[in-house]
């Protein structure tokens, strides 16, 4: 079956323009979340979507960061006024249900902020 | 310093060698543990985990947890140029919902 997809697959965007990433989790998934890696630093929790419940946002770097997810399904990650040290891959996972610790991560998204 | 400390390599070693790949931890809270494979412009894929102290085997691979120790291991047998990829480790604690914490990788070349 399909796995997560994340588009688009890069993206290059000048310092302080806005941008938007997507995801479309593992259907029946009910869990999502967003990662970044950055080179050198492994991949760093950003939030953490369940089912209708209240996101865990407690890894977002800063206000100018979002994340909504629409429906129990689709997530978009919103950077504002992106910065040259928003530069990374932003990873997206889904899993099956919250108690289940193997999370699918798709592709990614890689963004060069310039 | 970081809550996981992973050796970045690069780890090159021959075709049909043991890979031994290493983290350690912090914080004892971590009681969940488990490996990733990363190849290059590819998401995660999920090798092995394990929530106990001691040896997990899957075929070629071996998951192993000191608690005791915070450190834990994969080991990788007859590695073939295949496994060439980096290995992340990743922890999760009771009670801190579902994120992973993540070592930075250690990025392993088999070669022919």
């Known amino acids: 079956g399909a796995g997560v997809s994340q588009s688009p697959s890069n993206k290059v965007t000048e310092k302080g323009k806005d941008v938007e990433l997507r995801c479309d989790p593992i259907?029946?998934?009910?869990?999502l979340y967003w990662y970044r890696q950055s080179l050198g630093q492994g991949l760093e929790f950003l939030i953490y979507?369940?089912?209708?419940?209240?996101?865990?946002k407690s890894g977002l770097p800063s206000d100018r960061f979002s994340a909504e997810r629409t429906g129990g399904s689709v997530s978009t990650l919103t950077i504002q006024r992106t910065q040259q040290e928003d530069s990374a891959v932003y990873l997206c996972?889904?899993?099956?249900?919250?108690?289940?610790?193997?999370?699918?991560f798709g592709p990614g998204t890689r963004l060069t902020v310039t | 310093q970081k809550e996981v400390e992973q050796d970045p390599g690069p780890l090159s070693v021959p075709e049909g060698a043991i890979v031994s790949l290493n983290c350690t931890y912090s914080?004892?809270?971590?009681?969940?543990f488990m490996w990733y494979r990363q190849y290059s412009r590819k998401g995660p894929e999920l090798l092995m985990y394990t929530y106990s102290s001691g040896n997990k085997e899957d075929g070629r691979f071996t998951a192993q947890v000191d608690k005791s120790s915070k450190y834990i291991s994969l080991f990788i047998r007859d590695s073939q140029p295949s496994d060439s990829a980096t290995y992340l480790c990743?922890?999760?604690?009771?009670?801190?919902?579902?994120?992973?914490?993540f070592g930075t990788g250690t990025q392993l070349k088999v070669e022919l």
């Open positions: 914080n004892s809270a971590f009681q969940y």
């Open positions: 979507f369940q089912g209708n419940s209240a996101p865990d």
């Open positions: 259907s029946g998934h009910t869990a």
């Open positions: 996972a889904s899993s099956s249900s919250p108690s289940s610790d193997e999370q699918y």
């Open positions: 990743a922890m999760r604690r009771t009670g801190g919902g579902n994120k992973l914490t």
